[in-house]
């Protein structure tokens, strides 16, 4: 499965090819509630159906981070944050907020002081190719000579193999560094097609004619990401306005909207912390523009009651 955008939490990476499927083709696409870009990201490899790919969130540092990313701008990166540095350097420096963040959101740090050493030795053996800390956990690297030649794939892998083989009790916990696996997700952004990227408030974003508009709101209900408040009256009375097709993704929205499509999903927002949870993913259209809707599919696209 291919991954898109920034790692963040709340991000449709795993659905934003199944989203854009159902969506027709137009001159514009707007991502309007954007995060870390992965629906925009998906857009930007699909020119025949989307032009122009117009990126958006109204948090200017995510913003800036998802451009920081297309620019190859964390190709040097490469030091582990302690939980201090985190926390003095998290809405600054979106290296440390995106890679060393619980989940990725951004806020919270990723490890316990009872794992973030072993994290620290584990991060120097994969990006420096310094074992010699691993030993005191009963890893012993030295039979991988030249581990410092290695590329940062192969010393991973090669890490990751001696642990399973010598580590008397191998979890999930130990067997992977979580940071190293948001790096590289950030890496991968460098040099796509690159959208035009505004850190707007919605309802500010200037919607050109022949466009379709996406809307990922932060879900009712649920953990809020990075949005301290979110009005939903307001933003279903400006869906009723819209003259343009707006596709919104929500597990339940007012009789107002009608559900085009579902898809089965797991996220971690739920009632136990810190749990996959099964959820059925939907994305919705607002009632007056079901005309418009089936214009455009042709009727493809099944509006479900």
Not at 10 to 24: C, H, T
């Amino acid at each position: 499965m291919n991954l898109y955008g920034m790692p963040y939490q709340g991000s449709k990476s795993r659905l934003a090819e199944k989203i854009l499927d159902v969506m027709p083709a137009a001159d514009n696409f707007y991502d309007l509630f954007a995060g870390g870009g992965s629906v925009s990201h998906y857009a930007t490899t699909m020119p025949l159906k989307f032009g122009t790919v117009y990126t958006n969130d109204n948090d200017k540092f995510v913003m800036d981070s998802f451009d920081r990313a297309i620019s190859d701008g964390f190709r040097h990166e490469n030091h582990f944050a302690d939980i201090s540095e985190f926390k003095y350097k998290r809405r600054t420096d979106p290296y440390i907020s995106c890679c060393f963040s619980f989940g990725n959101n951004w806020r919270t740090y990723a490890y316990s002081r009872e794992i973030e050493d072993y994290k620290r030795q584990y991060h120097n053996a994969v990006f420096f190719g310094d074992g010699a800390g691993m030993k005191r956990y009963g890893i012993d690297l030295k039979h991988l000579k030249n581990l410092d030649y290695y590329t940062l794939e192969m010393r991973y892998s090669q890490v990751q193999h001696a642990i399973r083989e010598q580590s008397s009790t191998v979890d999930t916990i130990h067997l992977v560094l979580p940071h190293y696996n948001a790096f590289t997700r950030l890496l991968r952004l460098a040099n796509i097609k690159r959208p035009i990227i505004t850190a707007l408030d919605y309802r500010d974003v200037v919607i050109k004619p022949y466009s379709v508009v996406y809307c990922d709101i932060p879900y009712k209900g649920t953990g809020m990401y990075n949005y301290q408040k979110f009005d939903y009256e307001a933003f279903y009375d400006w869906c009723g306005k819209q003259e343009q097709l707006t596709f919104i993704s929500e597990y339940e929205m007012p009789d107002t909207f009608l559900k085009v499509a579902s898809f089965d999903h797991r996220t971690i927002f739920g009632p136990v912390p810190k749990c996959m949870h099964p959820v059925k993913e939907c994305l919705f259209v607002p009632k007056h523009q079901y005309d418009l809707l089936t214009y455009h599919l042709q009727h493809q696209v099944k509006v479900l009651a």
